[in-house]
């Protein structure tokens, strides 16, 4: 067992007392690194690693005294010796490490699981740490989990299977650049197991291909999968992760043969399963080491508990341990291996049971082997060329063994073949790693040089070009397979591989190809060709016929080369600078001319001719304006130059008839203007005019939308346009919708939006959106007039069978109010009966995974006459999993008397349980009682049930602390100090009290008083309370003092904790509560907490009474806990100074003697963790010696914690807080910092009680 001393935070954990000393087996030398008794089952250690000089590390759990808990802990044992290198509980949080591996360097990997979350952790030698990877069941992150075993090489890469956001699982490789996917699953290939990770980075695993239900060994490291092989048929794989070595040789399980080793398709068997009754199974995960020696744990087929630890297929020769052996004075019982338990050096790192019953012990044990030396004779190697064919190498082993050969540099060696990869340093190394009988021999390495290759370039001959042609492809090739580069010179360039030519004549194309660390340069290429002049042509339009005394008009010509184009004119026409004058009546022509140039041929002459014809005409048709759609008819008119009369004609969305328009729809109608001419004009152009036609508008009616619970169906809404369109929705928030169909997904604000994007007619009506809110309630019931929905099932929990002494009735009364649910058990008659229950179920769904909390009111009554073996439970289970007051599985239990009393009975309690996240889907609670056993007829149990509720955690905090201002935050605090330091009974007090009042009642709370004297003078407290919905009769307490002392402004002690508890009623003022939260502001905390100890001591004793009785007031609800806020604002920074207690930012304390410490450490852990959930930069701690402040008089009589800024051992001096009680604690005395601080202690507060209250948007 571990003996654990007491250490100052920081110090290293001194640990146990394993069992010392040598054990001489026949082949190995074991010895314990770690022990305590009891059976493997019970071993609390993580398989253990082992690096190459024999390093072992593991992860076992420690008793700390100072902090009254297990902390898991990553040791390293470099022999006999232990070292604590870790306490992860103190570095990451409570949880549970599942997987621990230590590389050659010394750098360890831990998986390490804490709540929903799990984290990769790698430890370096020097016991710094970081996280490679994080996941969260409930997170946003890319991984929701990992499996818990994981691997690492001599890189510090380490290999992880992890589940994904859509479901599916991957394989991925962590290092300090971070993250890459080795495979994913897929329809086509599932089932992956653990990975394994060797020095080249190649992680190995098992997956199984749905389509054919084989399993296959995969390899890969960042590319495509290579399927290494198996041994068919392979129908009995285990879940042990399959192992790849440093060669690429992957040792995996195929149930029969028991172990092969598979690489690139071809599979050997290792372990047939044949060569002994002790083969017939794996009783644990396998391992090999670099050198492909594998250490794997068999037994006989079947129940037997025998096994054994070997190294090979020969039961005598390869066995290290088995079980009957005798191993530090006992005989062995079990034995087990992780997959990174055996070094290059065959030590075995391993988990032993020696002994059974009262003389069971379990240890981590390191197993070396007593072996004979061994040497390699490898010759030297010649010089090569690069290209040239593989080079066969061989060497020997004194021992007669079978050498490997490993390749570095330019090459790579398989099979005794040398494989020339590139030019440069080539080095193979020969090693044998030995076996039972051998020591593996050192490794002896031959160098040789690898020259550069020659090369040559293939260039075809250029055929002659024209100026003018498009750009050219050219292509050269190297024989080595490089780039070959091409450049011109002449009437030509060259950009990569395309040639242009820049003008006629001689154009030369050079290829090069300058060599690189394989290949020598490559003799140039050249190839010329020739260029060409280009022709050209003239482009010159038809010219028009003209009407005699037509005024001049310019004529224009161009050439394809670009060129200046000539004209000339003849017949009755002249030309001059471009511009024709037309002559008398008949014909012209003119010719267009080009005469080329250096680069392009004389171009063809083109003539055009022209004659006079008839006078032309023209139409005067104005656009008529725009109309919209629905408009009457319209006339339109329009005239010739000519004077003769014009014609219309319509198309479009309109029709045309007696010169008046019609609109047939939106968009756009054209009419058109036509003159045909006569004999002494020509017919005039149509004129087309187009008439614009808008589309109209349309508008949407859209009612409101009722508020919804989180558990409500989906449901249908009606949303209707103006212009008959159909009308689409859509949702954002916590809803979806479907058609007319609109779903609940979560607790919030449901936006449903009504639309309707217009046709060809309408324009898109306006967007009409109606917001509703969505409750976190699921379910509610309270039982006034029957059971809600609620059945009775007989033997409901712990699998009983007893329904003739159960039963179940609806009463109208004797619940909590009235009506209440009722379950009897036992009774009847004499006979001793075992096991009995009954309970009361009913089924819920969730559109979504939801994280919910249970409140429910119960009292249990056990009779007279149980014995003390004879228990009554209230339980609750949800899909008969059965949830309960941490560390129990129920709610509450009572043992029997011994017949020595009257009944037993809880007494009407409330309980509230998170049940943690359910899945989407149909879910069935079940709220009832369990009796464990009865013998007389005398001895019955009755469970009554009233007020259960369902509700989504969580909403309505995050909804509550999503509403918070830094900026108020800082204002309320201003303001306070603003009337100075706020002593008791002084006008300083009063102002700052009236000032608060007021803001509580814009808040819209009622503001009331607790009134008391002090020194014979009247005093109050200030308080106001948000009632709970559901059960208004309990209540959280959230307070500060409004008092202060010093002559400053008492800024930080306590306008910062009234600043925090008023912004905490503020953002619960809007909300709903399934309990109540009063607020309250003490009084005469400076003076020695007479306000506080004045309230408790008149108001403990009213807790949860009804005034008047049935009016459904309570004046003072029973109390849940209490959380007091005394300076929040003091930022003191890290590293802790000297005299600061070693804690975090916020301090959350708790009084470790008072009665309630138990529920007040539960309800500061709450905290804790609201503080992780909400809080945005500082973290909390826990501390165990709450004192000086408000909650101290609580602390016999509920749960109770204070909250305040890191706490000094002396708040005066030395680096303390400067400011305590001094005339300094001013609003001006805080840095940005201090408020953030405070801040924090708010968002932690508010979202802590806010969920403990079952906060909820109404």
Request: aromatic fraction near 8%; charged fraction near 15%; charge should be negative.
């Amino acid at each position: 067992m571990r003996a654990l001393v007491t250490v100052a935070a920081g110090a290293t954990l001194a640990m146990f007392t394993a069992f010392t000393g040598t054990v001489h087996a026949v082949e190995y030398d074991f010895v314990s690194v770690d022990a305590s008794g009891g059976s493997l089952s019970q071993f609390t250690r993580t398989l253990p690693s082992v690096n190459a000089s024999g390093a072992t590390a593991f992860a076992a759990p420690v008793y700390n005294a100072v902090s009254n808990r297990d902390d898991y802990v990553v040791f390293r044992s470099d022999g006999a010796q232990l070292t604590a290198v870790l306490n992860l509980t103190d570095a990451v949080g409570p949880g549970t490490p599942s997987s621990v591996v230590i590389n050659d360097a010394g750098v360890i990997a831990v998986s390490y699981a804490a709540g929903s979350g799990a984290v990769v952790l790698r430890i370096a030698a020097d016991g710094s740490f970081s996280a490679l990877a994080r996941a969260d069941l409930l997170g946003p992150g890319p991984y929701l989990a990992f499996a818990p075993e994981i691997s690492m090489n001599q890189a510090g890469q380490v290999a992880v299977l992890v589940t994904n956001q859509d479901a599916t699982f991957s394989i991925v490789r962590l290092d300090d650049s971070g993250a890459v996917e080795i495979a994913r699953s897929s329809p086509g290939l599932l089932a992956f197991s653990a990975p394994t990770l060797n020095d080249s980075g190649v992680a190995a695993f098992k997956a199984q291909v749905p389509a054919t239900g084989t399993m296959g060994v995969y390899t890969a490291s960042g590319g495509a999968l290579t399927n290494e092989g198996v041994v068919p048929p392979c129908d009995r794989v285990s879940g042990a992760a399959p192992v790849i070595d440093n060669a690429g040789f992957v040792l995996s399980d195929c149930g029969a043969p028991l172990l092969f080793r598979a690489r690139g398709g071809s599979a050997t068997v290792l372990v047939a399963g044949s060569e002994d009754p002790m083969f017939g199974r794996l009783a644990s995960s396998y391992s090999v080491n670099g050198r492909g020696r594998p250490a794997f744990v068999a037994g006989p087929a079947g129940e037997s508990a025998d096994v054994g630890l070997f190294t090979g297929n020969d039961p005598v020769r390869d066995k290290v341990a088995r079980t009957g052996d005798l191993l530090f004075g006992l005989d062995v019982r079990d034995l087990r291996v992780g997959p990174h338990a055996i070094n290059d050096g065959g030590r075995i790192a391993f988990l032993l049971q020696i002994g059974a019953g009262g003389t069971a012990t379990s240890h981590v044990v390191l197993a070396t082997p007593r072996r004979g030396p061994q040497t390699i004779a490898f010759p030297g190697l010649a010089d090569q060329a690069f290209g040239a064919a593989p080079v066969g190498v061989t060497a020997t082993a004194t021992s007669g063994l079978a050498v490997t050969f490993a390749a570095s540099g330019a090459c790579s060696v398989a099979d005794g073949s040398v494989t020339l990869l590139r030019a440069g340093a080539c080095a193979i190394t020969a090693s044998q790693s030995g076996d039972a009988t051998y020591l593996p021999a050192d490794d002896v390495s031959q160098t040789f040089t690898i020259r550069r290759a020659t090369q040559a370039i293939t260039f075809a001959l250029l055929g002659d070009q024209i100026f003018g042609n498009p750009p050219t492809v050219v292509a050269a090739s190297a024989s080595s397979g490089l780039p070959v580069n091409l450049s011109a010179a002449g009437a030509c360039a060259v950009a990569g591989s395309l040639v242009t030519f820049a003008a006629a004549g001689a154009c030369t194309v050079v290829a090069s190809q300058a060599g690189n660390a394989d290949y020598e340069p490559a003799a140039n290429v050249s190839r010329v060709l020739s260029v060409a002049r280009a022709g050209q042509t003239i482009d010159f339009a038809m010219l028009p016929d003209r009407t005699f005394g037509d005024l001049p008009f310019a004529v224009s010509a161009a050439a394809s080369s670009g060129l200046a184009v000539s004209l000339t004119a003849g017949g009755n026409c002249t030309i001059a600078g471009g511009v024709l004058t037309p002559g008398g009546g008949g014909s012209c022509t003119v010719t267009a001319s080009q005469a080329g140039n250096a680069d392009y041929e004389p171009a063809a002459d083109v003539a055009r001719a022209f004659g006079v014809a008839r006078a032309g005409q023209t139409i005067t048709f104005a656009p008529p304006p725009g109309r919209t759609f629905g408009d009457p008819p319209f006339a339109v008119t329009a005239t010739a130059s000519s004077g003769l009369p014009v014609s219309f004609r319509a198309t479009g969305n309109c029709v045309l008839a007696a010169g008046a328009l019609t609109i047939t729809g939106a968009g756009s109608c054209a009419v058109t203007v036509s003159q045909p001419g006569d004999a002494n004009y020509l017919p005039a152009s149509d004129v087309t005019q187009t008439v614009a036609i808008a589309r109209a508008a349309q508008t949407i009616t859209f009612g409101p939308v009722p508020n919804r619970r989180l558990a409500d169906p989906p449901f249908a809404v009606s949303a209707t346009a103006s212009s008959t369109l159909p009308v689409a929705l859509t949702a954002t928030g916590a809803c979806s919708v479907e058609a007319t169909m609109v779903g609940v997904t979560g607790a919030g604000v449901c936006t449903v939006t009504a639309s309707q994007a217009g046709n060809a007619d309408f324009d898109p009506a306006p967007p009409v959106a109606r917001s509703f809110q969505i409750s976190g309630v699921i379910l509610e019931a309270h039982f006034e007039a029957g059971s809600e929905g609620f059945s009775y099932v007989d033997d409901a929990f712990r699998g009983t069978h007893q329904a003739g002494y159960a039963s179940g009735a609806w009463v109208a009364t004797g619940g909590f109010r009235g009506g209440a649910l009722r379950v009897d058990l036992g009774g009847i008659d004499n006979t001793a009966v075992t096991g009995m229950s009954g309970g009361w179920q009913k089924t819920f769904t969730l559109s979504a995974p939801t994280k919910v909390t249970l409140y429910l009111r119960g009292i249990l009554t056990q009779s007279p006459y149980y014995e003390a073996d004879e228990k009554s439970e209230l339980l609750i289970s949800v899909d008969g999993v059965l949830f309960g007051a941490a560390p129990n599985d129920f709610l509450a239990q009572i043992v029997g008397d011994g017949n020595t009393g009257g009944s037993i009975s809880t007494g009407w309690r409330l309980y509230s349980l998170s049940l943690g996240t359910l899945g989407a889907g149909s879910h069935t609670l079940v709220v009832g009682g369990y009796n464990s056993k009865k013998t007389e007829a005398t001895e019955s149990t009755t469970l009554m049930i009233d007020d259960v509720m369902l509700s989504e955690a969580g909403s309505g905090a995050r909804a509550a602390v999503a509403g918070l201002d830094l900026d108020r935050f800082k204002e309320n605090i201003r303001m306070l100090a603003s009337y100075g330091d706020r002593t008791q009974g002084s006008a300083s007090y009063n102002n700052a009290a009236t000032w608060l009042e007021g803001q509580l009642r814009a808040a819209g709370y009622t503001v009331q008083h607790h009134a008391y004297t002090y020194l014979s003078q009247p005093r109050t407290s200030i308080y106001v309370t948000k009632v709970g919905t559901l059960f208004p009769d309990q209540m959280y307490i959230v307070s500060a003092h409004l008092d202060g002392r010093g002559g400053g402004g008492a800024a930080n002690d306590d306008a910062s904790g009234c600043a925090l508890v008023l912004e905490a009623a503020r953002a619960l003022a809007n909300l709903q509560t399934a309990v109540s939260v009063r607020f309250i502001f003490w009084n005469n905390e400076e003076t020695g907490l007479n306000g506080s100890t004045a309230y408790v001591n008149t108001r403990a004793s009213l807790q949860g009474a009804e005034s008047p009785v049935g009016s459904g007031v309570y004046p003072e609800p029973k109390w849940l806990g209490m959380i007091q806020h005394d300076q929040i604002l003091y930022d003191h920074g890290l590293p802790p100074q000297p005299d600061q207690i070693p804690a975090a930012d916020l301090d959350v304390e708790y009084q470790a003697s008072s009665t309630y410490a138990s529920a007040s450490l539960q309800l500061a852990t709450a905290l804790r963790t609201g503080n992780q959930s909400y809080s945005t930069q500082y973290p909390a701690q826990i501390g165990s010696n709450m004192n000086y402040t408000d909650s101290v008089p609580f602390q016999n009589y509920t749960a109770t914690v204070s909250v305040r800024d890191n706490q000094r051992v002396a708040e005066i001096g030395n680096g303390s807080n400067p400011t305590w009680h001094q005339p300094t604690d001013l609003y001006t005395y805080f840095s940005e910092a201090d408020f953030r601080l405070g801040f924090n202690a708010v968002q932690m507060t508010l979202g802590t009680v806010a969920e403990l209250a079952g906060a909820n948007v109404p």
